[in-house]
């Protein structure tokens, strides 16, 4: 059973459509009875920063994801805004505290082409910049389709595994022993975005 955490912004019944596809059983939840039985879960997320962490907060999810994640090792992967949550903090509308599982930052994209709008929506390139157990059958030329504004700025290159270029290369996936994120959507981003969630829910 996936746990996909629920905790009021996301695209929630796409992502749990995508773990039926590549044959797994998704729960949709707040409940934290039915997150501790999960096998592994997905943060997902569409939206701000500051309302992520406020329903997270409000629903009481930061601390029992965070002893789930952190200090039992339970693999989960961050999605779009769910990429965001993991990191530090953020300077969206103000300065944000994060769940803190990666070290980092959130910052505004600032492409180095003034032709390039922000935020930034569409298919793109994923470089693979380090071996990652996400990216098996993954070809090194596949896009994946954003949807975003801002982006992390990471303190340890280390945990940068996959970047994105939007005028100017900037980091699209991460991991952190069981801690793993898209900045992407691999649910929307068919037959390659269905490998990588694969690789997840049957690698991790």
Same mark, same amino acid.
């Given at each position: 059973?996936?746990?996909?955490? &629920? ?18 059983? /998704? ?5 934290? &009875?039915?997150?501790?039985?999960? $096998?592994?879960?997905?943060?997902? =997320? ?17 601390? /029992? ?7 039992? =090792?339970?693999?989960?992967? =961050? ?11 953020? $300077?969206?509308?103000?300065?944000? &505290? =994060? ?13 180095? &082409? ?10 793109? $390139? ?13 070809? /090194? ?44 959507? /691999? ?18």
């Amino acid at each position: 059973m996936i746990g996909i955490i &629920d905790y009021g912004l996301g695209n929630l019944t796409s992502v749990a459509g995508a773990v039926e596809k590549v044959g797994f059983e /998704p729960v949709v939840t707040a409940e934290l &009875d039915e997150l501790e039985k999960a $096998e592994k879960l997905i943060l997902p =997320g569409v939206g701000a920063f500051g309302d992520g962490m406020r329903n997270l907060r409000e629903r009481n999810l930061i601390r /029992p994801l965070t002893e789930m994640v952190v200090r039992r =090792g339970k693999p989960v992967l =961050g999605i779009c805004l769910g990429f965001q949550l993991i990191a530090q903090s953020s $300077e969206e509308f103000g300065l944000h &505290d =994060g769940l803190g599982w990666i070290s980092g930052r959130v910052v505004r994209m600032a492409p180095g &082409d003034d032709t390039l709008r922000v935020p930034h929506v569409g298919w793109n $390139e994923l470089f693979q910049v380090r071996d990652c157990v996400l990216f098996e059958d993954v070809p /090194p030329d596949a896009l994946f389709y954003h949807v975003h504004s801002f982006r992390l700025a990471a303190d340890d290159p280390e945990i940068v595994v996959g970047e994105s270029d939007y005028g100017g290369r900037f980091t699209s996936v991460v991991q952190r022993r069981n801690v793993f994120a898209t900045q992407f959507h /691999p649910e929307k981003s068919q037959r390659h975005g269905l490998t990588l969630l694969r690789n997840f829910l049957e690698r991790t």
